[in-house]
C-alpha cells in the first residue's frame, strides 16, 4: 500500500464533503475514519493521483478491496463498478427514505451489491439518519 501524503489525502476528503462516495455517509456519522480509496486499485496500476483517489467509508472500501468491476446480478454480464470521479452519483443511486440505496444502473447494481450497502445495520442505521436530517445524496 503507498504512503499518500497528508496534502493529498486532506484535498480528497475536502473535494468529496467528508462522504463516502460510494454510500454518502459522512465521516461524522461513522465509528471508523473514512479512508482514501484506490478507485482503480494499485494491483491494476492505478496511481496515487487525485483523478484515481476517492474518499471511502470502512465498509465500503474494505468490501470494494481491489475490485474494479463485478458480475450484474439483472443479466450476468461483467460491469465495472460505480467511479467516484467520472460517474455522478445521483445518476446511479437513489437514496430511498427507508435507509436503502436503490441502483439505478448496471453499475449502481454491481456497486451496491459488491460493497453491501444494503446490508440491514447500514440501512438502520441510515433510517435514523435520514430521521434527524437531510441525508447525503441530497444537494441540499
Ligand atoms: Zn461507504
Redesign the pocket.
Known sequence: MTYIPEALRRLVAERAGDR?E??Q?HEDDTFFTHEVDHIYAEKHDGPTVEWNLCL??A??NRNKGSDICSLDPETGNVVALFHPRRDRWADHFLRVDTGVIEPLTAHGRVTARL?RMNRLDLVADRARLIALRPYPGEES
Open positions: 463516502c460510494y454510500c455517509m471511502a467509508c465498509e465500503c460493497l
